[in-house]
């Protein structure tokens, strides 16, 4: 019967003021489909997207002169009374996940896409190669983690590699 369900205890995760996980009620979250370029727009898409209920807005940041909307856009929102937390979507570019760790209250990031070097793991690539490049990575990771810390975001590490 689709009524019955168990569901999976899990640990509690503090995202700008509004836990998720462990007996804490599910979450919503959307994310954005404007250029975040666009802050007007981006800024008139979140109201929404918080007004139908979302719990947490997510946003692409696709590169480092797209720190400033983000910051931009947050800076509207809470003028306008929107206190709910954002959450950066960062992929390939770490220092963007580390300027964004400091405004937003979560990141999401992808470590398998997270290299200095490359996109993805070539099988041409050295063994060397290969370890010289997750080494570049453990180094941004750890360093991204501290920033986390210090200012209290929290961080999503996926998991969906090729």
Do not use: W
């Amino acid at each position: 019967m689709i009524s019955k369900y168990s569901r999976f205890k899990t640990r509690v995760v503090n995202i700008g003021g509004i836990p998720v996980g462990g007996d804490n009620p599910i979450r919503i979250q959307s994310m954005t489909n404007t250029p975040i370029s666009d802050i007007k727009l981006t800024v008139e898409q979140c109201i929404r997207i918080f007004e139908a209920g979302a719990d947490y807005v997510r946003l692409a940041v696709p590169s480092i002169k797209d720190i400033e909307n983000l910051s931009q856009i947050k800076k509207t929102l809470r003028s306008e009374g929107y206190n709910f937390p954002l959450i950066a979507d960062v992929h390939f570019n770490p220092d963007i996940a580390e300027l964004a760790a400091e405004i937003v209250e979560k990141v999401r990031i992808n470590p398998g896409n997270f290299g200095v070097k490359s996109r993805s793991y070539q099988s041409d690539s050295s063994e060397s190669s290969y370890e010289e490049e997750l080494a570049l990575v453990r180094i941004k990771l750890k360093k991204l983690i501290e920033i986390c810390k210090k200012n209290g975001t929290a961080i999503r590490i996926g998991v969906n590699h090729e």
